[in-house]
């Protein structure tokens, strides 16, 4: 607590005032974290200040709370993009990230607990952010970006979180995920926390998913061929709900962020997601079977093949009316850049499709809206893609339909 409050005040977060008339004070807390090791050690104990923002007001504590985040292909690209080209990858984290952003607004707040120069009449006007602020992620954004675009970075238009310097003779490239930096550059020296070799990079969540089989007492049990049982049908009215539907949003949610590095899952995780406000039995049991699929292989994970081309290859498909509940059908596509597999989607298709062929066709527009978007941030890298792009469809009649200007009754809407 001690060296938090020393942290702040060498920031000059706050200055001790009277509240002034008409004004209102926000109250704080103290949040404790023990941080651990890669091998589960204890690393060590953290204390943070955290501001109420939950009693914040709209149009009075704060205006606006937007931040961009990073797109998570954004972070595939700029990794596939560094290995193929054998650059080095450095990872930089900044410390108290969300201190640094300056308040526009007039915020107070209660001086924290074990603050010793507070007194009943004073209390904290906050000059700069705080992490529990609504504001604070904006701040800070707003904060890193001027300070990069002074130093000669310039914001992508196609994801606010990529920042490129690019000369004749050099190219740095940058992208931020909250309080997290990833920089590669042409002409750097640095190593990359991602497991990198000259070869390949490869990214595993080893430690993630172990944490999970022991945290729903699945070490022993038996791992599982497929993400979900074969031939299983999942709908919203099999069973009563479950008494405690909090644990499998929970489980559902570390599933999701388990899918980055696992491709295979996304289906599955899909299908579990679709049932997160009224969880039943067999959601639970299928949730379950996942996981045990998952450990029966652990080190599996994404591979970043080097030397590869920057060649783009698409495939494309859907599941026409699958949803019991709705009948809607599914967009299911995989992008590879070279070798590397770097953005991949499956969802739910907003309509009902009245034919596979128009399914197939609607999976078709998502894939490709993807594509020109991946094309635009690869100019960001000054990489040309290899053309035609090489788009694999299982469908002849939404091949037909997208070679030859039909319009029939089905497929003029789209």
């Not at 701040?139 to 310097?165: A, R, V």
């Not at 962020?257 to 639970?284: E, K």
Request: charged share 20%; proline share 4%; glycine share 6%.
């Amino acid at each position: 607590m001690a060296k938090e409050l020393k942290a702040l005040k060498q920031n000059c977060t706050w200055e001790l005032i009277e509240l002034p008339a008409g004004k209102r004070a926000i109250g704080c807390r103290w949040v404790y974290k023990t941080k651990l090791k890669q091998n589960g050690s204890i690393d060590l104990y953290k204390a943070r200040l955290v501001a109420k923002g939950y009693t914040q007001i709209e149009c009075v504590d704060y205006f606006d709370s937007f931040s961009p985040v990073a797109k998570i292909v954004t972070v595939r690209i700029f990794i596939t993009v560094t290995t193929t080209h054998g650059w080095p990858l450095l990872q930089l984290d900044v410390n108290n990230a969300f201190l640094h952003g300056q308040l526009d607004e007039e915020v107070y707040m209660l001086p924290p607990e074990g603050y010793a120069k507070a007194n009943a009449r004073l209390v904290c006007r906050l000059r700069k952010s705080l992490y529990g602020l609504k504001q604070a992620s904006r701040q800070w954004n707003i904060e890193l970006t001027s300070k990069l675009e002074s130093y000669g970075f310039k914001q992508s238009p196609h994801d606010h979180c990529l920042f490129i310097m690019r000369t004749d003779s050099l190219l740095l490239a940058l992208i931020v995920y909250v309080d997290d930096v990833l920089l590669i550059g042409n002409s750097m020296a640095a190593l990359t926390d991602v497991k990198q070799s000259s070869h390949e990079t490869y990214v595993t969540q080893r430690k993630y998913l172990l944490d999970i089989v022991h945290d729903y007492h699945l070490d022993d049990a038996k791992a599982t061929a497929t993400p979900l049982p074969a031939g299983i049908k999942l709908d919203a009215s099999s069973s009563s709900t479950l008494a405690s539907p909090d644990r499998y949003r929970r489980l559902v949610g570390r599933l999701l962020y388990l899918s980055f590095p696992w491709p295979d899952i996304s289906f599955a995780v899909q299908q579990l997601s679709q049932f997160i406000q009224y969880p039943r039995q067999p959601h639970w049991e299928a949730a379950l079977h996942l996981v045990r699929y998952l450990k029966g292989s652990p080190m599996l994970g994404l591979f970043f093949e080097a030397g590869s081309s920057f060649k783009l290859t698409a495939y494309s498909d859907s599941d026409s009316a699958s949803s019991i509940n709705t009948r809607r059908s599914i967009t299911g596509y995989c992008i590879f850049l070279g070798g590397s597999l770097i953005s991949w989607k499956t969802k739910k298709q907003p309509t009902v499709s009245r034919s596979s062929a128009e399914a197939e066709y609607r999976s078709v527009g998502s894939t490709v809206c993807e594509l020109l978007w991946i094309s635009y941030l690869l100019g960001e890298f000054a990489i040309a893609v290899d053309s035609p792009i090489l788009f694999h469809c299982d469908n002849k009649a939404a091949i037909h339909i997208t070679g030859n200007p039909i319009f029939h009754e089905r497929t003029k809407h789209h």
